[in-house]
């Protein structure tokens, strides 16, 4: 799963024009009791950025998202994959850059 998550933060701290498409995909795809790793990973970014944009464990309103700036929630998404990379390289998993 921790690729599928690496993914979708990489994705959200790029986009531009698909910015809250992206986000509306990710919260209608969300699960985190999926077998699929794609969905556990969607619950997972929806759940990391709305606990530091809005202070909610998931916030589903894409109203509430589009009320933050797209650079906002670029840096908000390169935040979490900077700490996975770290997380990863202290347990010798891989050689990750961002």
Not at 37 to 56: E, M, P, Q, T, W
Request: aromatic residues 10%; hydrophobic residues 35%; proline residues 1%.
């Amino acid at each position: 799963m921790d690729l599928e998550y690496r993914g979708k933060l990489t994705e959200l701290s790029m986009a531009n024009e698909t910015l809250y498409r992206l986000i509306e995909m990710f919260i209608n795809n969300a699960n985190l009791y999926s077998h699929n790793g794609h969905s556990v990973a969607n619950y997972c970014v929806i759940r990391d950025l709305s606990n530091v944009l809005f202070k909610v464990n998931f916030e589903k309103d894409l109203k509430k998202w589009k009320d933050i700036s797209v650079n906002e929630i670029n840096t908000c998404a390169y935040k979490p994959l900077q700490a996975n990379t770290t997380s990863l390289r202290k347990k010798g998993i891989g050689s990750y850059e961002n």
